[in-house]
């Protein structure tokens, strides 16, 4: 499905998305960033044909992912729009998570007029509706509705 072209600066689009997510989640890894997105843009597809972000899914062992997210995520971070954190899991391992920088906490409408240059309203207005939504679900709704998305779209 096409992205719609980006009409300016920053981490573009997609980090625009990214940050208006972190503003309402909270906080997140980037494989549950990337998944929301996935879902973002396969419901935006099929109401208007063309996905929110530039991502260019790739099917991994959790999902479709995009390495890009990371460089995206950095440049929010550079621009101090969202923050990253170091976390450790019950393992060992160690993740990152990110959240948003809360000196720029506002209302949505402020928000995405401050910050969301390349998004349209009627395309903002899309994404806070399903993104309110989709965060209701579990990590678990989340691998079961990306599963059955990837198996529609493969045949």
Same mark, same amino acid.
Request: aromatic residues 14%.
């Given at each position: 499905?096409?992205?719609?072209?980006?009409?300016?600066?920053?981490?573009?689009?997609?980090?625009?998305?990214?940050?208006?997510?972190?503003?309402?989640?909270?906080?997140?890894?980037?494989?549950?960033?990337?998944?929301?997105?996935?879902?973002?843009?396969?419901?935006?597809?099929?109401?208007?044909?063309?996905?929110?972000?530039?991502?260019?899914?790739?099917?991994?062992?959790?999902?479709?992912?995009?390495? %890009?997210?990371?460089? !995206?995520?950095?440049? +929010?971070?550079?621009? $101090?729009?969202?923050?990253?954190?170091? =976390? #450790?899991?019950?393992?060992?391992?160690?993740?990152?998570?990110?959240?948003?920088?809360?000196?720029?906490?506002?209302?949505?409408?402020?928000?995405?007029?401050?910050?969301? %240059?390349?998004?349209? !309203?009627?395309?903002? +207005?899309?994404?806070? $509706?399903?993104?309110?939504?989709?965060? =209701? #679900?579990?990590?678990?709704?989340?691998?079961?509705?990306?599963?059955?998305?990837?198996?529609?779209?493969?045949?």
């Amino acid at each position: 499905m096409p992205a719609r072209p980006a009409r300016g600066s920053g981490a573009g689009r997609t980090g625009e998305i990214l940050a208006y997510i972190l503003k309402i989640h909270k906080h997140a890894s980037a494989y549950f960033l990337v998944k929301l997105l996935y879902l973002l843009d396969y419901f935006h597809g099929q109401e208007f044909g063309y996905a929110l972000t530039d991502l260019d899914y790739r099917q991994y062992s959790f999902g479709p992912f995009d390495e %890009r997210i990371f460089r !995206i995520l950095q440049a +929010l971070v550079a621009e $101090n729009l969202i923050r990253s954190h170091v =976390n #450790y899991a019950a393992s060992g391992r160690e993740y990152v998570t990110y959240a948003f920088n809360d000196k720029h906490l506002c209302e949505d409408m402020e928000f995405k007029n401050a910050h969301m %240059r390349n998004i349209a !309203i009627g395309e903002f +207005l899309f994404m806070r $509706n399903y993104l309110h939504e989709l965060l =209701n #679900y579990t990590e678990k709704d989340y691998a079961r509705m990306v599963e059955r998305i990837l198996k529609r779209t493969s045949k």
